[in-house]
Structures are given as C-alpha cells and as structure tokens.
C-alpha cells in the first residue's frame, strides 16, 4: 500500500516489462489477499492456545516447571489469558482484527466509510501489540541440544519410572539398582551405533526464546511509516481553487492550481478537506491536467541575447466527484454557494468562500498504460468514465507521440444527462480528428441502459454524438469478434472502470480465445 512507491516504480523505466506493470496494480488485491489470510490463520492460532490454556492447567508437571506456563495444576486457564502479557495483547489483537475486517466488508464501506477508515488505521495498534505479543517468554528452546538430543535414553530417569529397560542394558541395571548410572560405564558398541537411541548426559535446560518478531514487521513498517511523512510534506500546502462546475446526475467538478504538480493521464489523487473530515480522505482520478508551463523571456546583454525562465510551475488539473456519502455531500454543500442550485464556474470575487484543500499525490493506475497498446479498448460505466476523460485530454492536445493508433470507446449511462458530463470534450476530439483526416482513430458508442423512448443528448454541438447514441445494453460478445476480426494478430489493451457485472464479464471474454490471433490485455480499475 505504498503508493508513492508503486507509482515511481511504475513511472521508471527500471520496470519496463507491460507484464511486470500489470502485476503492480494487482497490489490492492494481494493487500486483501494478505488480509483475509492473516484472519485464517488468526483462528486457528488462538483456537490452538485455548486448547494450550486448557492443557497447561490440567496436565501441570513439576518435572517441566520451565516449559508450562501455568504455576500450579487446576490454575484457571483465563489468568493466562488476561493476567499475562501474552494472553492481553492477545486478546486485545482479536479485538482490533475482529473491527479491521468487519469494517472492511463492502457493505460497510458503501454504507459508512468513516467506520471503514478509522478501523482500518488501527494496523498500527495491531502491529505494536504484535511486537509486545512474546516477550512474556512463553516461547522457549533448548540450550543443551549436544547433551541432551532429542529422543535420547535417559537410564536414571527410566529406572526411576520402573520402565523397561532395553535389553542391552538388562545385565548392567538389575531391578534394585537405586545408584546413578555410571558415567564411566562403557556402553556397549551396538547400542551406541544406534541412530535411533542415544544416552543423554544430562537433564533438557529451556531459555525464553528473544522475540523476532520485530525483525519482520519494523523494515515494512517503517518503509510505509517513511512513505505517510513524505506525503504528508508533499500535501500539507493547500491547493487552489479556481471553479467548480455542477453538472447533472449529482456530479460535481472541481478545478484547482498547484506548484510544481506533474501527473499523466489515468492517475489519481488523494483530496482531504479539513472542515469536511480531519482525518478522511478518499481518492479521485484525474479528469484534466494543464501544464502551465515555462514563460521566458529574452534580453541582450553585452552583445549577447540571454535568456531567463521562472523556476516556478504551476498545474492546473481537475477532479469529477460523485455526490454520494456522507463525505461528498458535505463537501459539495462547502463548495456550492447553495447546494440545490446548479452553479457555473463561479467568479473570482467568490473564491475566498472556498474551504482549505490539500491534494495527496499523483498516483499511478492501470489506466496509465492505455497510451501504450496500439489497440485499446476503454469500456466506462457511469461515473467510471472520469480515468479516461484525461487520456482523452491528453488525445486533446496530441496523440502522434504515443504508441496509441486506434481507440475504441464503450460508455454506457443509465440517463441520458449523464453524457454530457463529457460530450464537449469528446465532440471537440472528434471534430479535430476529422480535420486531421483520421476519423477512424477513435471509435465512440454511447449506450443509455434506461430509456423510456428514443431520446437525444440536446444541443445541435453534440449532433456527432447523437448518432453514435444506443438504446440498450452493449452485446459484449459480438464486439469482442469484431473487434478482434478488425485487429487480427494484435494485442488490445481492455481497460474497464464501472459496476462489477459488467467488469466480469469483460474479463471473461478478454481471457477466452478467438480465431483471429487477437490477444486481449485484461486491466480494472475500482475504489471500491
């Protein structure tokens, strides 16, 4: 979960194998992979110490003072869970896992992520106890290994329980014998060259064991510990705001300005918004990203033109936000000077009612390499549109340097207003294709799931988009073939932001075969 990490790993070009960027992406999943292991494992450790409390109390031995954790036999097994420092931390451990993953479910998280994301930060309770979970010393080893091996014959001890006796040895150690073995008693040479039975010298000696656990917890730890300071430094300077921009749907648009901010296409951010949340934060992708650039200017000094460029950049870049939760909804009411009032872009003079914001990041996403496929297919539903409204942006501003030549783009909404969060940007791109004379670099299909009649995006401007509009749902399968059919022998990106039914099914198909040598590339991306 480092994200600044990954996105440098990504960004590098030390990693320049697709394969192993893909593999980056799956990293939420391995975290959740790790998660739900640890829970597993969970049980069945505390199920075996319960059994170990009952045993220590009820099969107490003086002969193993050292090894049993109980002090005396028929001790009450919960002193050892809530009276030591083993048995606390614990308990308390299960608590704090018990909160992390019940928060952690996917209805929790849609219905109250505040419970989500103030449990979730409880890892580093958990990870403190964890260290503290064995120095209590229960763990123990041997010290005397060479003297006393496992397994070996101890003579005194056995004649001392009235066990039987190995023959070899039946001669040596009558039955009344009481005296100690003889050290100085030759053995006899068959039974030394058993592997099987060897003579102890002396009694097992046990020593705590000195707690590793900190050996592996303290480098992940304080790499992610190092990674938060960073951030923290990075995003602890507010960003600002220069508009925002209610669309319909519940969809809002913020567009801000920072310094020395740098981000491509298909990357997120973290916003924070203190008078919203002190400590929540969620994450956005990207929707625009401008680069002011450098203004220089030139002069002539002693015969010579100079040249002067400001050190100073400043980005301005902007986010699409769904106004649902708790969280959005409040930070709509801050941003909108009346939040049931669709407002435009809101004049200077109003800014200073804007709250404070400071933005974490950029991070990389799957999105990124939808640039770098020669065929891409990005499949968008509702919302989840916002990760390709920057490529489309940086299509916007040219698309002969990147590797990219053939886009197909699949949005489906279930009402028609939804389109137009992003109709002015994708009839411009259309319309600066067709000047330049490739109309078939991209390839839009609008699909309105819900309709109770034939209906149109309103406005004659969108009148290429009309025409690229459908009723229904999209037959995956049939655009599979065609597209593969198009593209024989190629390999296509599959890049899907959206519900997800429709995300597997597209991973379905982009792993089956087909008989035009296509090969489809699966990636998702989801905040959930």
């Given at each position: 979960?480092?994200?600044?990490?990954?996105?440098?790993?990504?960004?590098?070009?030390?990693?320049?194998?697709?394969?192993?960027?893909?593999?980056?992406?799956?990293?939420?999943?391995?975290?959740?992979?790790?998660?739900?292991?640890i829970c597993i494992f969970s049980v069945l450790h505390v199920a075996a110490h319960l059994v170990n409390a009952l045993n220590f109390s009820e099969n107490y031995n003086e002969e193993?003072?050292?090894?049993?954790?109980?002090?005396?036999?028929?001790?009450?097994?919960?002193?050892?869970?809530?009276?030591?420092?083993?048995?606390?931390?614990?308990?308390?451990?299960?608590?704090?896992?018990?909160?992390?993953?019940?928060?952690?479910?996917?209805?929790?998280?849609?219905?109250?992520?505040?419970?989500?994301?103030?449990?979730?930060?409880?890892?580093?309770?958990?990870?403190?106890?964890?260290?503290?979970?064995?120095?209590?010393?229960?763990?123990?080893?041997?010290?005397?290994?060479?003297?006393?091996?496992?397994?070996?014959?101890?003579?005194?001890?056995?004649?001392?329980?009235?066990?039987?006796?190995?023959?070899?040895?039946?001669?040596?150690?009558?039955?009344?014998?009481?005296?100690?073995?003889?050290?100085?008693?030759?053995?006899?040479?068959?039974?030394?060259?058993?592997?099987?039975?060897?003579?102890?010298?002396?009694?097992?000696?046990?020593?705590?064991?000195?707690?590793?656990?900190?050996?592996?917890?303290?480098?992940?730890?304080?790499?992610?510990?190092?990674?938060?300071?960073?951030?923290?430094?990075?995003?602890?300077?507010?960003?600002?705001?220069?508009?925002?921009?209610?669309?319909?749907?519940?969809?809002?648009?913020?567009?801000?300005?920072?310094?020395?901010?740098?981000?491509?296409?298909?990357?997120?951010?973290?916003?924070?918004?203190?008078?919203?949340?002190?400590?929540?934060?969620?994450?956005?992708?990207?929707?625009?990203?401008?680069?002011?650039?450098?203004?220089?200017?030139?002069?002539?000094?002693?015969?010579?033109?100079?040249?002067?460029?400001?050190?100073?950049?400043?980005?301005?870049?902007?986010?699409?936000?769904?106004?649902?939760?708790?969280?959005?909804?409040?930070?709509?009411?801050?941003?909108?000077?009346?939040?049931?009032?669709?407002?435009?872009?809101?004049?200077?003079?109003?800014?200073?009612?804007?709250?404070?914001?400071?933005?974490?990041?950029?991070?990389?996403?799957?999105?990124?390499?939808?640039?770098?496929?020669?065929?891409?297919?990005?499949?968008?539903?509702?919302?989840?549109?916002?990760?390709?409204?920057?490529?489309?942006?940086?299509?916007?501003?040219?698309?002969?340097?990147?590797?990219?030549?053939?886009?197909?783009?699949?949005?489906?909404?279930?009402?028609?207003?939804?389109?137009?969060?992003?109709?002015?940007?994708?009839?411009?791109?259309?319309?600066?294709?067709?000047?330049?004379?490739?109309?078939?670099?991209?390839?839009?299909?609008?699909?309105?799931?819900?309709?109770?009649?034939?209906?149109?995006?309103?406005?004659?401007?969108?009148?290429?988009?009309?025409?690229?509009?459908?009723?229904?749902?999209?037959?995956?399968?049939?655009?599979?073939?065609?597209?593969?059919?198009?593209?024989?022998?190629?390999?296509?990106?599959?890049?899907?932001?959206?519900?997800?039914?429709?995300?597997?099914?597209?991973?379905?198909?982009?792993?089956?075969?087909?008989?035009?040598?296509?090969?489809?590339?699966?990636?998702?991306?989801?905040?959930?």
């Amino acid at each position: 979960m480092c994200r600044v990490l990954l996105a440098f790993l990504r960004g590098s070009q030390k990693v320049a194998s697709k394969k192993t960027r893909r593999l980056l992406d799956k990293s939420k999943t391995f975290h959740v992979t790790c998660g739900v292991t640890i829970c597993i494992f969970s049980v069945l450790h505390v199920a075996a110490h319960l059994v170990n409390a009952l045993n220590f109390s009820e099969n107490y031995n003086e002969e193993f003072v050292t090894l049993n954790a109980a002090n005396y036999r028929g001790e009450d097994p919960r002193k050892l869970l809530f009276a030591t420092v083993p048995g606390l931390t614990g308990v308390i451990m299960v608590l704090v896992l018990f909160l992390m993953c019940t928060a952690s479910t996917y209805a929790i998280r849609v219905s109250n992520y505040d419970i989500f994301w103030y449990t979730h930060n409880l890892f580093f309770v958990f990870y403190m106890l964890l260290m503290l979970h064995v120095s209590g010393g229960v763990l123990k080893y041997q010290t005397n290994l060479e003297e006393h091996p496992p397994g070996c014959f101890n003579p005194n001890k056995t004649l001392r329980q009235n066990l039987t006796v190995p023959k070899a040895f039946e001669e040596l150690f009558p039955d009344s014998t009481t005296e100690p073995f003889p050290e100085d008693l030759p053995v006899p040479e068959p039974f030394v060259q058993n592997s099987f039975m060897r003579v102890c010298s002396e009694e097992p000696k046990f020593q705590s064991h000195f707690p590793e656990t900190w050996f592996w917890i303290s480098g992940p730890l304080c790499l992610y510990c190092v990674e938060r300071l960073y951030r923290y430094i990075r995003s602890n300077k507010p960003v600002t705001i220069t508009s925002v921009i209610s669309h319909p749907s519940n969809v809002l648009e913020v567009r801000m300005v920072k310094d020395d901010f740098e981000a491509r296409p298909g990357q997120y951010v973290i916003l924070h918004c203190p008078r919203v949340s002190a400590l929540e934060s969620h994450p956005f992708t990207l929707t625009m990203v401008r680069n002011s650039g450098l203004q220089c200017s030139w002069f002539t000094l002693a015969g010579r033109t100079m040249e002067t460029c400001p050190t100073d950049t400043k980005a301005t870049f902007g986010v699409h936000l769904k106004v649902v939760g708790d969280w959005t909804e409040r930070f709509r009411d801050l941003l909108l000077l009346h939040s049931n009032q669709d407002t435009e872009i809101l004049p200077i003079f109003q800014q200073r009612r804007y709250p404070k914001l400071y933005v974490d990041g950029p991070f990389g996403s799957p999105f990124e390499e939808s640039l770098n496929y020669e065929v891409s297919l990005c499949v968008a539903g509702g919302i989840g549109v916002t990760p390709f409204a920057s490529v489309l942006n940086t299509l916007l501003d040219g698309w002969k340097c990147y590797k990219l030549r053939r886009l197909y783009f699949i949005w489906v909404c279930r009402d028609i207003e939804s389109f137009r969060w992003f109709a002015d940007l994708l009839c411009t791109l259309h319309n600066k294709l067709w000047q330049e004379n490739r109309p078939d670099y991209i390839n839009i299909q609008l699909y309105l799931s819900q309709t109770d009649g034939i209906q149109k995006i309103i406005g004659e401007k969108y009148q290429a988009l009309n025409s690229r509009l459908l009723i229904g749902r999209p037959r995956w399968k049939l655009l599979f073939d065609d597209i593969a059919k198009c593209n024989r022998r190629k390999t296509i990106g599959v890049f899907c932001c959206g519900p997800n039914k429709i995300s597997k099914i597209l991973h379905k198909l982009s792993n089956s075969s087909n008989s035009y040598g296509t090969r489809f590339e699966y990636n998702k991306e989801s905040f959930s």
